[in-house]
């Protein structure tokens, strides 16, 4: 008698645990991939054929697909300073891709994302590329590095400095560079050569990756990189083995969160260097797709999440864990270096059925593939036309951990938590695209101000979305943006002109 009470006891506790109810109500694990220089049309579920990314694409299919989820900007530095701190980096001064130098960007006081998930009671940690400046200027790479992530809401971290093309090339965690040397001490300078160190203008001879545009200044592991760098031989990474040591390193936090820390929820923030340039893919990677370098290092990043998504199924983790993609700016072929990216693209769309690319106003400067995956309470194989930005993540997270904004906080985020769950089909009222010009998306329509740059970035071969009178685009019927109709709109022009000031102005 007693042992059947027991039996009944127990498997009401089970049914209890295992129901979705009692597993939504636990704050979910969030797991941020945010991908450098991926475009709308790299992954399989997106569209692409010559580079197979089955494990982006269980995403897909264990959740949600958007057609129209946007990086705040169609560059790196202000795409991350507006997801990290909730607000267009266009309003403040000194947001534009951020030299290798670059003091931190975002001030210490500053709450941002990680700290309001800090706050809720998370642990969080970002590994992967950083590119918001360190320090507060002239800063010494042998000493203890401050500020930095730490400062800004993250428990660990393990970063890439600045990209992967700047110097210095070394991982820098917690606060010191990893392989520091006191016999070797590291120099970066941005002006001019230091030593002799070879470069890639002076010894080309030297290079087993040539430089395009840019590029031609200090060696490391046979490519030459933005910027100068002396010394710190032990600490600079080996390109070819990136992906796997940001993954191990990834993969190293949750297990250890999970011995350690596993009544608290986690914040991953796993910022690849891949797909940008220099694209060097581990050998077993390397000839995986006909696209070239370039491909082979989407293969090596689909790699990548699918090793993190092993790694929460182990840990039996999966079903409670927030697993978001996306990517920082659209795509690039040719962005310095002669990977061949350009040549072996055929009839690859790496913005799908958008126009431009990285840098540029038109739509895939921004749109970028965004796959979000919680199955406890995102239901499997839906997509949503809903128009999400990365700027709305601060808002949306404190909204799904109850976690309050403080004053002043993330202005320009909104809570997105029912267009995520897939219960608003609409998301954002508008949003405002950052390139060279400002862009202003409401509903179908798109605006972009007037600008003077020029129409081609020659170097890159992207069409800016410059032009000196403004654009008026119809998405919804005409998304690759080939017919102006501002001409035959002005009503409508007039209309976004003003919510675009007001919004400047707000
Ligand atoms: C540009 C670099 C480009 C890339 C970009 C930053 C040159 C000629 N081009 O200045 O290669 O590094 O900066 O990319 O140096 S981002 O994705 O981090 O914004
Ligand atoms: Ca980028």
Redesign the pocket.
């Known amino acids: 008698m007693r042992a059947s009470w027991w039996l009944i006891g127990a498997s009401l506790t089970v049914a209890v645990l295992i129901s979705p109810v009692f597993l939504a109500a636990a704050p979910p694990n969030i797991v941020l991939i945010y991908v450098?220089?991926l475009g709308y049309g790299d992954l399989g579920c997106t569209g692409a054929t010559a580079v197979a990314t089955p494990n982006i694409d269980r995403l897909a299919e264990e959740g949600c697909r958007f057609t129209d989820g946007h990086s705040a900007a169609a560059?790196?530095?202000p795409s991350r300073y507006a997801l990290l701190t909730g607000e267009y980096a266009w309003r403040k001064k000194g947001t534009g891709?951020a030299p290798g130098d670059a003091s931190s960007i975002i001030s210490a006081d500053r709450v941002t994302l990680a700290t309001i998930l800090q706050r809720a009671g998370y642990r969080s940690a970002v590994v992967g590329k950083w590119?918001l400046g360190l320090g507060s200027g002239n800063l010494n790479w042998n000493r203890p590095i401050a500020p930095g992530p730490l400062d800004l809401g993250f428990d660990e971290s393990f970063i890439i400095p600045a990209?992967g093309?700047?110097v210095p090339c070394v991982y820098v965690e917690g606060r010191q560079v990893v392989g520091l040397d006191r016999e070797d001490p590291i120099q970066v300078s941005f002006s001019g050569p230091l030593d002799d160190e070879p470069t890639g203008q002076s010894h080309p001879e030297l290079l087993k990756l040539k430089w395009d545009?840019?590029?031609n200044a200090t060696i490391v592991n046979g490519i030459s990189r933005?910027g100068f760098m002396a010394g710190g031989q032990r600490a600079r990474w080996v390109d070819e083995d990136m992906a796997d040591v940001l993954t191990a390193r990834a993969q190293k936090f949750i297990e250890q969160h999970v011995s350690n820390h596993h009544q608290q929820p986690f914040f991953l923030f796993f910022s690849t260097h891949d797909v940008?340039?220099p694209r060097v893919p581990h050998p077993r990677f390397a000839g995986r797709s006909p696209l070239g370098a370039r491909g082979d290092v989407i293969a090596q990043l689909d790699w990548c999440v699918g090793q993190l998504l092993a790694t929460l199924e182990q840990h039996r983790l999966s079903r409670n864990t927030l697993v978001i993609l996306t990517s920082?700016?659209g795509p690039v072929l040719n962005?310095?270096y002669q990977d061949e990216a350009a040549e072996r693209n055929g009839e690859h769309r790496p913005a799908g059925r958008f126009r431009g690319g990285?840098y540029s106003s038109f739509e895939a400067g921004t749109r970028v593939p965004l796959l979000v995956r919680w199955p406890v309470r995102i239901p499997a194989r839906t997509t949503s036309d809903a128009l999400l930005c990365q700027i709305d993540f601060l808002a949306t997270f404190a909204a799904l951990t109850g976690e309050a904004i403080p004053e002043g906080c993330g202005p320009d985020s909104r809570n997105l938590l029912p267009a995520l769950l897939g219960e608003d089909r609409n998301g954002r009222e508008h949003l405002v695209q950052q390139a060279g010009a400002l862009s202003i998306r409401q509903g179908r329509w798109k605006m972009i101000e007037p600008s003077k740059g020029p129409a081609l970035n020659r170097?890159v071969n992207i069409e800016t979305g410059n032009l000196g009178q403004v654009q008026l685009y119809d998405l919804t019927a005409d998304p690759g943006e080939t017919r102006n109709l501002a001409a035959a709109e002005p009503a409508r022009v007039a209309e976004l002109q003003q919510l675009l000031d007001q919004i400047r102005d707000g």
Do not use: A, S
């Open positions: 450098d220089d560059t790196c530095t891709i590119h990209t093309d700047r545009h840019g590029h933005i940008h340039v920082d700016n962005d310095g990285k170097q």
